[in-house]
T-cell receptor
Framework: KQEVTQIPAALSVPEGENLVLNCSFTDSAIYNLQWFRQDPGKGLTSLLLIQSSQREQTSGRLNASLDKSSGRSTLYIAASQPGDSATYLCAALGGKLIFGQGTELSVKP | DTAVSQTPKYLVTQMGNDKSIKCEQN?????MYWYKQDSKKFLKIMFSYNNKELIINETVPNRFSPKSPDKAHLNLHINSLELGDSAVYFCASSQDPRTQYFGPGTRLTVL
């Protein structure tokens, strides 16, 4: 049974700092690993999707990596901004999409 | 144009009532899903329909009954609401299961 864990549960950083969010999964038999952003009271926005055959994906200041053998993915956010404040969820797709519990990020001006 | 829409956005109701949440997608996708996000923000799949047929049914109380009148709609009916049903319910759709598009969510509060 797939389990997805995210560390830390919450993170507060000053503006401009680079940061890393961690995601681990127990079953490496996945099709892809996806990172989502959720703003308070809002739906999910897909940020990056890494196929199982890929090692990383980049979009602007975001870079996500995937290491299937170790069951880990990281989301790197460069030069963080207050607008990055949100909850970040990772999800592993096997037979179904299994989500982690999220990391709540707060970027202080 | 909204790709995946849900109504209502907020739903407040008393214990024991029966309520429905509606979902519609205009993406032409074959597969639709319902997820539940609890108070700890844990998102878990409840149901998945492909071309109006149920393909995933997680361990969900039978008070929850999904209904897909056509490929573009997947409604969720909940009977005899309980306090523990309070959550945010998300609908999603996909053509390729590797990429799912989520609706804005329906926040259900059971008093």
């Amino acid at each position: 049974k797939q389990e997805v864990t995210q560390i830390p549960a919450a993170l507060s950083v000053p503006e401009g700092e680079n940061l890393v969010l961690n995601c681990s999964f127990t079953d490496s038999a996945i099709y892809n690993l996806q990172w989502f952003r959720q703003d308070p009271g809002k739906g999910l926005t897909s940020l990056l999707l890494i196929q199982s055959s890929q090692r990383e994906q980049t979009s602007g200041r975001l870079n996500a990596s995937l290491d299937k053998s170790s069951g880990r993915s990281t989301l790197y956010i460069a030069a963080s901004q207050p607008g990055d404040s949100a909850t970040y969820l990772c999800a592993a797709l096997g037979g179904k999409l299994i989500f982690g519990q999220g990391t709540e990020l707060s970027v202080k001006p | 144009d909204t790709a995946v829409s849900q109504t209502p956005k907020y739903l407040v109701t008393q214990m024991g009532n029966d309520k429905s949440i509606k979902c519609e997608q205009n993406l032409g996708h074959d597969t639709m899903y319902w997820y539940k996000q609890d108070s700890k923000k844990f998102l878990k799949i409840m149901f998945s329909y492909n071309n109006k047929e149920l393909i995933i049914n997680e361990t969900v109380p039978n008070r929850f009954s999904p209904k897909s009148p056509d490929k573009a709609h997947l409604n969720l009916h909940i009977n005899s609401l309980e306090l523990g049903d309070s959550a945010v319910y998300f609908c999603a759709s996909s053509q390729d299961p590797r990429t799912q598009y989520f609706g804005p969510g329906t926040r259900l509060t059971v008093l």
